[in-house]
């Protein structure tokens, strides 16, 4: 079965950790993205531009 991947961004706010959190229990691989850590992308997507590392082209299925 292929690993479904999600790029959650504001992961450490209320609701961006409850969609962390409901997106694993439904068997998703998780990346992490804010502007404080802890995350998986250090980010203000207020004033930086959006890093490489947040973004996942083309998307491809991974053999989990």
């Known amino acids: 079965m292929a690993t479904r991947l999600a790029l959650v961004t504001g992961a450490n706010g ?3 950790s409850a969609i962390c959190d409901r997106l694993r229990e439904n068997g998703f691989e998780v990346r992490t993205m804010d502007a404080v850590e802890p995350c998986d992308v250090l ?5 930086d531009p959006i890093p490489d ?4 082209l083309p998307v491809a299925e991974k053999s989990g």
């Open 53 to 56: 590392s947040g973004v996942v």
């Open 43 to 47: 980010a203000d997507l207020a004033v």
């Open 14 to 16: 209320g609701i961006g």
